[in-house]
């Protein structure tokens, strides 16, 4: 109805899963990345959690689409299954024919099948959806299936998508064993007020739309009252905006229309979730980036932008994206550009207490401090960026050391600005942990990028748990990840 009016050629807030639609901000884009060195690479069943309307289903047709080649995938979209139609649900993903069949004569066929599969360098993986309406014996029986190995590997890979029920019925004294066999866990976090706009612009640029931002700071902040950062309702209210600024014969979606689509949806603005920074930071997601960000946005389409009004003065500021606060600095006020919905931007700091972890860190690698160009010091234009310069090529110097691992990444732009990151370099400096960082050039999404790194490990689990011990300030600004070389 409204997608002439806004210049669309799809509906961009549909809550049925399209994965070009897909939206990597929010850890999103790490956590699937993740999944997908864990399925190909490593042992032990992996759990994803997440509220209602989180994004688990999107994040599972995302995963079934970018699985490799030698992965094949059984998707069991329906958990309400008992412990023989699970059986016959899987052994039907392998292409077998074993109607009637007694349960024993099923596993039989089940693991001569994987390991057929296996002598031809395949890995089978199960996705379970919607895992924690499974009944506990059906779970039991995923665990025994599994235990199925041939030599030393195991031929079944698992990926359990679920609510967090799932974390309490796994809590049960009865399901300790699979429990025990949960090797990576992954958390579907809220999107946060910082980083909404990157997500509703984002969906809008994908559904064919060229002009500027629409939705003004008075309805961004009723849209995360009200969804308490869950996309479906996000999609929800978004869509029911679209509709009443159409109806009122606009381009702007302001707070009166945001009401309208809340009277129209039944959900009310509440304490969300936003105010509990605890529940933000507790699900900080481990996600092991080894493939870098792929290209999910789609290509401008051939449509004629509307014409829209100048938006008000406070969403002509750049809205932070991602987990990152407003930079308190003239320079940030002044800027108009929107930044990719992937990218984030360094938050001012203000006080905290380097705390690194000196006991697993490579001795001196913090000390890979490359000097100052010549022209940086002659220069005052470039002095402006010689921290970032310094930093860049720390970056690269770290690439070399044989005895680097793993770092742990702050955040990461898929779009470079050396005056930005030069500011919160310069804070870093003053709470004494310059030296602990490092840039990375990187393509993201297809644009020249920055990775900013912080540390260097010999090993993955150690920067894992450095993780713990970056300054307080790092772990509220950033939701950090684990960086492998």
Sequence with gaps: MYLEHFGLSEQPFRITPVTVFFFSGANRGEILDALIYSISEVEGIIKVSGEVGSGKTMLCRMLLEKLPEHV???????????????????????????????VGIIMQNIQNKLEERARDGKRVVVLVDEAHAMPPETLEELRLIYNLQMGNAKLIQIVLFGQPELNAKLDQPNMRQLKD????????????R?????????????????????????????????????????????????????VDDTYYIKPEHVQAALRDSELNPSASRFGNKKLLLGGAVAAVL???????????????????????????????????????????????????????????ESTASPAGNQKTKIANAAAVTAPAPAAARSSPKVMKTVLFDQRLEAGKLLLKQKTTIASIQLYYNNFINPERIEGFLKRADKLGVLQEI????????????????????????????????????????????????
Excluded: C
Excluded at 94 to 99: D, E, P
Excluded at 197 to 226: C, D, T, V
Excluded at 338 to 344: D, E, G, L, V
Excluded at 459 to 481: C, M, T
């Design 290 to 348: 080894l493939l870098g960000l792929a290209a999910w946005w789609l290509f401008a389409r051939p449509t004629a932008p509307p014409t829209a009004p100048a938006a008000p003065a406070p969403s002509a500021a750049v809205t932070p994206p991602d987990h990152a606060p407003v930079e308190n600095s003239a320079s940030a006020k002044t800027q108009t550009a929107t930044p990719p919905a992937s990218s984030a931007n360094p938050p001012a």
């Design 72 to 102: 094949e995938a059984i998707y069991l979209a329906n958990p309400s299954l008992s412990r023989e139609e699970m059986l016959y649900a899987i052994a039907d993903g392998l292409g077998l024919n074993i109607n009637g069949e007694r």
């Design 181 to 192: 066999r949960i090797a990576h866990h992954f958390h579907m976090q809220p999107l946060s």
């Design 194 to 246: 910082n980083i909404l706009e990157s997500y509703l612009m984002f969906r809008m640029r994908a559904a064919g739309y060229h002009g500027p931002n629409i939705f003004s700071q008075g309805a961004l902040k009723l849209i995360a009252s009200a969804s308490e950062g869950l996309m479906r309702r996000v999609n929800i209210l978004a869509d029911k905006s679209l509709l009443a600024a159409f």
């Design 438 to 485: 490092y840039l990375l050039p990187a393509k993201l999404g297809g644009k020249n990028g920055i990775r900013v790194l912080y540390g260097a490990y010999p090993s993955v689990e150690q920067a894992h748990e450095g993780i713990k011990d970056l300054p307080e300030r790092y772990k509220k600004a950033f939701a950090a990840s684990t960086y492998i070389f």
